[in-house]
T-cell receptor
Framework: NAGVTQTPKFQVLKTGQSMTLQCAQDMNHNSMYWYRQDPGMGLRLIYYSASEGTTDKGEVPNGYNVSRLNKREFSLRLESAAPSQTSVYFC????????????FGEGSRLTVL | DAKTTQPNSMESNEEEPVHLPCNHSTISGTDYIHWYRQLPSQGPEYVIHGLTSNVNNRMASLAIAEDRKSSTLILHRATLRDAAVYYCILRATDSWGKFQFGAGTQVVVTP
């Protein structure tokens, strides 16, 4: 019963390095999301994908790119990591409807030195 | 986007009810009210949602004011496992993908 799977769970980067966070869901959901959560703060939406083939910016998209590879997978890329991007990143998925429940992954903890 | 206002924190004794308020005075007629909670070191999990009528499920009850400008999440008997951050979120029918969390309410449950 996997649900939403994120990889890697932990990553340490140096400033300027790039990396991709992977997310996959096995619930046949149309919509997927990427959030970041800084210490002691709520979640902030980075990007979301309402359906396969579409992506839209959330509250804090600067410094990130996303790819909706197929219905199952939604990746988040940091092209040139900065210390301000140190955070815990959560991927989520839901059905494509206003009442759809979001299912979250366990999170990926990223530290940028 | 319609915003929500929640208290920063609330305390409760174990096995007592907890009433978590949420103000959303700019809610539109088609906005759904969602509640999620986040246990320590975990991703958020769904609790309940509603539109106009009060709702009950195995986790909690949601009481929605008649004018829909506020709502209350009710945990009927708090347990230590209910200690979490609770988020009240509005989800608009025409922009449902922009599911945005606020700061939430930290619930502390004491034995």
């Amino acid at each position: 019963n996997a649900g939403v799977t994120q990889t890697p769970k932990f990553q340490v980067l140096k400033t300027g390095q790039s990396m991709t966070l992977q997310c996959a869901q096995d619930m046949n959901h149309n919509s997927m999301y990427w959030y970041r959560q800084d210490p002691g703060m709520g979640l902030r939406l980075i990007y979301y994908s309402a359906s396969e083939g579409t992506t839209d910016k959330g509250e804090v998209p600067n410094g990130y790119n996303v790819s909706r590879l197929n219905k199952r997978e939604f990746s988040l890329r940091l092209e040139s990591a900065a210390p301000s991007q140190t955070s815990v990143y959560f991927c989520a998925s839901s059905s494509r409807q206003v009442t759809g429940e979001l299912f979250f992954g366990e999170g990926s903890r990223l530290t940028v030195l | 986007d319609a915003k929500t206002t929640q208290p920063n924190s609330m305390e409760s004794n174990e096995e007592e009810p907890v009433h978590l308020p949420c103000n959303h005075s700019t809610i539109s007629g088609t906005d759904y009210i969602h509640w999620y909670r986040q246990l320590p070191s975990q991703g958020p999990e769904y609790v309940i949602h509603g539109l106009t009528s009060n709702v009950n499920n195995r986790m909690a009850s949601l009481a929605i004011a008649e004018d829909r400008k506020s709502s209350t999440l009710i945990l009927h008997r708090a347990t230590l496992r209910d200690a979490a951050v609770y988020y009240c979120i509005l989800r608009a029918t025409d922009s449902w993908g922009k599911f945005q969390f606020g700061a939430g309410t930290q619930v502390v449950v004491t034995p």
